[in-house]
Each structure stands twice: as structure tokens, then as C-alpha cells.
């Protein structure tokens, strides 16, 4: 008996059209895991922290947020993130003490678009949309980047949330006015 392989079409563009760069998981211990990762022999780790200005479940909030990334592990951007509270999100009862996916990152040109776009496909809001407003990694603060981001609650069809990013620069229409 001979066994045919047929290739099952996706969309050509991933998901809702965005292809992921990232997976991120949140740990309770930056340092220790980080330092595990570099006595396997991965070295290079960019290092940020972030504080982010918007509105997460209709509150207006301010959340601090520490972040290292790796780009020689997986084929994709790696990050491990803790927030500074005693919460993940307001609207989230995983344990913050302990390590679990938070989400899969996708780039997106236009934020506004896309989410609409997202929300006439799958009926899904952000809960939690924010810009960027300070960062301390070098390249970052040189080139006054930041980001206006959001996060999607689809642990129920994808088993952790979605985050859509896009990249702003100062004079774009994005950019947060502080």
C-alpha cells in the first residue's frame, strides 16, 4: 500500500493575512531564564524595557513592562516579557508567577485598518491598545521609534492572544503626543 502526501492549502498570507514573527512567553524570571538560554550557547539577547500609555479594558493605563528578545533559538523572534504589577491583564486569571505563552506578534502597516479588517472576519475588539512611550534600548532611542500596539483576546481559538504591532517614527500620524 503506498501512501500519497497531499499539501492542504492555507492562505497564501497566514492568518487573517499577517504572517507571525514572534512568540512571546511571560516569565516571572527574566534573568534566570535568559541566562539558561545563554549557558546553551545562545549569547545575544537585546534587552528593553518599555513603558506603554493606552486603554486596557476601557481603564486608562500606564504599565511598565521589561523585555528580552532572541533572534538565533527559533526561526522567529523569540521574547520573554514580565509586566511590574501583580496582574497579567486586567481581564486574565493566568498566573503571573509562573511562565506561559503570552502571545503570537504580527507587523501590521496601519494598526486602525487592520483591526477593523480583523473585527469584520472575526467579530474580535482589542482589549488592550497602547502606544509605546519610552523604551531603554539604544537603537530604539536613537531612532525614536516606538509602536502603537495592540492585543487581542483569541486564547480561544488560538490558545493565547494575538498582538498586532506597527512601527512609528516622529512626524507620523501615529506617533503619541506626550
Given at each position: 500500500m503506498?501512501t500519497v502526501?497531499?499539501?492542504?492549502?492555507?492562505p497564501?498570507?497566514?492568518?487573517?493575512?499577517?504572517?507571525?514573527?514572534?512568540?512571546?512567553?511571560h516569565?516571572p524570571?527574566?534573568?534566570?531564564v535568559?541566562?539558561?538560554?545563554k549557558?546553551?550557547?545562545y549569547r545575544?539577547w537585546?534587552?528593553?524595557?518599555?513603558?506603554m500609555?493606552?486603554?486596557?479594558?476601557?481603564?486608562?493605563?500606564?504599565?511598565?513592562?521589561?523585555?528580552?528578545?532572541n533572534?538565533e533559538?527559533?526561526?522567529?523572534?523569540?521574547?520573554?516579557?514580565?509586566?511590574?504589577?501583580?496582574?497579567y491583564?486586567?481581564?486574565?486569571?493566568r498566573?503571573?508567577y509562573?511562565?506561559?505563552?503570552?502571545?503570537?506578534?504580527?507587523?501590521?502597516?496601519?494598526?486602525?485598518?487592520?483591526?477593523?479588517?480583523v473585527?469584520?472576519?472575526?467579530?474580535?475588539?482589542p482589549?488592550?491598545?497602547y502606544?509605546t512611550?519610552?523604551?531603554?534600548?539604544?537603537?530604539?532611542?536613537a531612532s525614536?521609534?516606538?509602536?502603537?500596539?495592540?492585543f487581542?483576546?483569541?486564547?480561544?481559538?488560538?490558545g493565547?492572544h494575538l498582538?498586532?504591532?506597527?512601527?512609528v517614527?516622529?512626524?507620523?500620524?501615529?506617533?503619541?503626543?506626550?
Amino acid at each position: 500500500m503506498s501512501t500519497v502526501n497531499v499539501a492542504v492549502p492555507g492562505p497564501p498570507d497566514g492568518i487573517f493575512g499577517l504572517k507571525f514573527h514572534q512568540v512571546a512567553i511571560h516569565h516571572p524570571h527574566l534573568y534566570d531564564v535568559v541566562e539558561f538560554w545563554k549557558d546553551a550557547g545562545y549569547r545575544n539577547w537585546t534587552e528593553d524595557n518599555a513603558l506603554m500609555k493606552g486603554t486596557e479594558c476601557g481603564e486608562q493605563v500606564v504599565r511598565p513592562g521589561s523585555l528580552r528578545f532572541n533572534y538565533e533559538i527559533f526561526p522567529h523572534e523569540l521574547e520573554y516579557l514580565r509586566f511590574s504589577d501583580e496582574r497579567y491583564f486586567i481581564d486574565d486569571d493566568r498566573d503571573v508567577y509562573e511562565p506561559f505563552i503570552s502571545h503570537w506578534s504580527v507587523h501590521v502597516d496601519d494598526l486602525d485598518t487592520k483591526l477593523a479588517e480583523v473585527k469584520d472576519e472575526i467579530g474580535i475588539d482589542p482589549f488592550f491598545k497602547y502606544h509605546t512611550i519610552k523604551h531603554t534600548n539604544p537603537g530604539l532611542v536613537a531612532s525614536g521609534q516606538l509602536f502603537y500596539e495592540c492585543f487581542l483576546d483569541t486564547r480561544m481559538i488560538l490558545g493565547h492572544h494575538l498582538k498586532m504591532i506597527q512601527r512609528v517614527y516622529p512626524g507620523d500620524a501615529n506617533y503619541p503626543k506626550l
